[in-house]
T-cell receptor, first 111, second 114 residues
Framework: KQEVTQIPAALSVPEGENLVLNCSFT??????LQWFRQDPGKGLTSLLL?????REQTSGRLNASLDKSSGRSTLYIAASQPGDSATYLC??????????FGQGTTLQVKP | DTAVSQTPKYLVTQMGNDKSIKCEQN?????MYWYKQDSKKFLKIMFS???????INETVPNRFSPKSPDKAHLNLHINSLELGDSAVYFC?????????????FGPGTRLTVT
């Protein structure tokens, strides 16, 4: 049974710092991995999707990596800003499109 | 333009009632999903429909019945509501069921059962 774990559960950093969020999964037979952002009281916004054959994806200040064999992914946020404060969710997909989510990392970036 | 919309945004009701949540997507996607986010913010899939056909049906009480009148709509009907049904329910869609397609989420419906 696939399980997804995100560490840390919460993170507080000063503005401008580079940071890394971690995601691990127990079954390496994934189709892809998605990183989402969730603001309080809002829905999820897709940030990056990494296909199982890819090693990383980049979008602006965000870079996500995937090591399928070790069951790990990281989301790197460069030069963090207060507007980056949100909960970041990692989810792995099976070939049926079913997403299995981690518990999320709640990030606070202090001005 | 809203891509995935849900109504209502908030729903407060008493135990034993029957209620429905509606979802619509204007993205032309084939596949739609319902997820439940509990009080600990954990998101779990409930159902998935592909071109109006049920694809995924997780271990969900049969009080929950999804209905897809067309591929742009996936509604969730809940009978005999219980306190434990209180949660935020998210609808999502993707272009296809299989393949590397992102899922787009609606804003959520916060259901409170008293």
């Amino acid at each position: 049974k696939q399980e997804v774990t995100q560490i840390p559960a919460a993170l507080s950093v000063p503005e401008g710092e580079n940071l890394v969020l971690n995601c691990s999964f127990t079954d390496s037979a994934i189709y892809n991995l998605q990183w989402f952002r969730q603001d309080p009281g809002k829905g999820l916004t897709s940030l990056l999707l990494i296909q199982s054959s890819q090693r990383e994806q980049t979008s602006g200040r965000l870079n996500a990596s995937l090591d399928k064999s070790s069951g790990r992914s990281t989301l790197y946020i460069a030069a963090s800003q207060p507007g980056d404060s949100a909960t970041y969710l990692c989810a792995v997909s099976s070939n049926t499109g079913k997403l299995i989510f981690g518990q999320g990392t709640t990030l606070q970036v202090k001005p | 333009d809203t891509a995935v919309s849900q109504t209502p945004k908030y729903l407060v009701t008493q135990m034993g009632n029957d209620k429905s949540i509606k979802c619509e997507q204007n993205l032309g996607h084939d596949t739609m999903y319902w997820y439940k986010q509990d009080s600990k913010k954990f998101l779990k899939i409930m159902f998935s429909y592909n071109n109006k056909e049920l694809i995924i049906n997780e271990t969900v009480p049969n009080r929950f019945s999804p209905k897809s009148p067309d591929k742009a709509h996936l509604n969730l009907h809940i009978n005999s509501l219980e306190l434990g049904d209180s949660a935020v329910y998210f609808c999502a869609s993707s272009l296809r069921q299989t393949g590397n397609y992102e899922q787009y989420f609606g804003p959520g419906t916060r259901l409170t059962v008293t």
